[in-house]
């Protein structure tokens, strides 16, 4: 099982779906997401379970403060998980 | 000629083009983009120089020298652009150059917003610019207006040798509306002779504002004077005079447009008003609109700001009649309910219209006849008998019967 | 599990309401993070610019001023000499500084007024339109070249290169937004120009290239690459002056 560094929380409200997190992201992370939002864009979506190494090209890159990087313990939050 | 569904801003293009326009340079400002957009594609195609200049002060020097050099050229813009250029307006009065400016007004003052409005109107016809001079000035109301007017600029700047102000408005400019265009052809366009071109078997010429001698700069004006007194013959306006009328409604542009549509449900409702619509600014048509106005007993003056026109309304009319006004600023359009209510206030009557009124409730209704105004037409128009309009004073204050039957039915679904 | 990436205090909530995949988001981001780091949010003003970024104030959490199209700098320069210890700052597109603004800019930038300039290039007048700026690139069609630009508008101006050929200034910088290995170089940009300002050093520039998506006709990705392939070529990047 992949141990995660970090998981990304999109704040679908804000997301403009422009993609830069997809883009930038070396571990594949993102997705687009269902639905539209009330800016009338189908916001991007973090891909539960991904690779998520808290690198901060997602948040670097995002233009409408959307992307949450939230990071964890390696040892003892990821032992948790697995 | 081909019959083409156009833009306001477009369709300046196009008149310009016809008029031999062949030198534009502006610089982007909303809500005039499409001005510069359009000249930006038809200007090379007819051969002519288009510039997007660094600012609106650039745009308006580069047509000095275009004019100077012998075009017809012609710069736009809109409100906070249009103060930019003051200082060349000034100059261009003052050198005597023909040159056709083109504000498309919106909301101020500052930068306001893009809405449409007319707050411009002190601007272009008291100054804007320092000293003793004036711009011919052209207040389109209609597409079609603004394809007309804007040859009649060109032609007006050369036969004077003046600048002149084609003075429209955001919506006017946004607005599209079916226009019969005729393709540019060949004009035989009027000779300048104080062109500067080069002094090739000629003495050469001067063109200067700056007269330091004793008394010269005072001479100068006393021409600019005169000639300015002998443009009173360009003054142009629209009206539908009517005996007897117990108001009349005066405004220009879109607020025009809008206050026709009020008026003409006034009258359906039995009010006697008269319109007036002043097509030049300047001149301002005050003879014709004094007239107009001693055929009433009341003037309500309707525009998009907080009030210009209606103090050249009461200069016009010398307190013979009593002025209003009715006015939203700050690029707020004018509806025409507003504007018969004002109506109503100004004559001191109350007109219940919204039953069977024309005027549209709701976006929705615009370009749907609601069925109450099928209904009207069949019955004919109400008559003096089932009329809300009080048919003595003695009536004002109390609900006429009729009135009342009509409340309790409710509004028309 | 925490948090690794606040909000910087020095923006607002306010989502903003540039394109998707527009420059500003992140460029407003980074002068507001670059703020709180020297923890001088509460004595700084900015002053806005016209263009997208005309709503700027909506999203910065300080003092900002509106300023006539093109003389930011001016006011700019005006609350600098009143408030000599504030951290003022102009934030300015193409046209704003490149275009009816090119005599504020130079003049400010020789007189050495102590302010920071962001500028913002993305090529285009995106808030009118699309139409060609000062730094629109040969060859690139907008709403006033639908052609393409031929040098008969001009070549594109580098601004960082001209205020060179000036006395005064200090700090002239050009760095991009279009990836995230060069948004961390823009930010030490910024923080470098900033803290030359806290310093009393004088007068410095910042340019940022940065994206334009809806007038380019590009899906932000194609933007952003646009920028680190083809905009670099007439903008490069790298320091310009540092005479600190």
Redesign the interface.
Known sequence: MAKQKGRVKVEAGRCKACGLCAEYCPKDCFETGEGLNPLGYVPMRFKDGSDCTACGNCAMMCPDMAIQIWTMDVTAEAEALS | MTRTLIKGNEVITEAALAAGCRFYAGYPITPQNEITGSMARRMPEAGGVFIQAESEIAAINLCFGASVAGARAMTSTSSPGFSLMQEAVSYLAACEISCVLVNVMRGGPGLGNIQPSQSDYFQAVKGGGHGDYHCLVLAPATVEEAYAFTLLAFDLADKYRNPVLLLADGLLGQLMEPVDLAPPKPLSLPARDWKLDGAKGRKPRLIRSLLMEEGVLEKHNYKLAKKYQSMAGEARWESDPQEGSELLVVGYGIAARAAKAAVREAREKGMKVEWFRPQTLWPFPSEALREAAQRAEKVLVVEMNLGQMVEDVRLAVEGSVPVEFFGRPGGAVLPPREILEAMQRAVGKRIKVYADSHIPKTDMEIGTIPASFKKDVSKGRPTCADSHIPKTDKEIGTIPASFKKDVSKGRPA | ?????L?PES?TET??G?????????AH?LVAEVIDEMGMRENTVGVAP?GCA?FAYDYWNFDVT?A???RTPCVAAGIKRVLPDRVVFSYQGD?DLA??G?GEIIHTANRGDNITVVFINNAN?G???G??A?TTPLGMKT????LGRTAE?GHPIRVPELLNALEAPVYLDRQSLH??AH??KAKNALKKAFRLQVEGKGFSLVELLSTC?SNWGM???DA?KWVGVEMVKTFPLGVIRDKS
């Open positions: 599990m925490k948090l690794a990436n909000k923006l989502p903003t540039y394109c998707s995949g527009c420059g500003h988001g992140v981001r016209v005309v509106e006539p199209h093109g046209g275009s009816i090119m007048y808030m009118t339109g139409q060609m000062p709403s006033t070249t639908p508008a990836d995230p948004v961390r998506p899906t932000p990705q952003v």
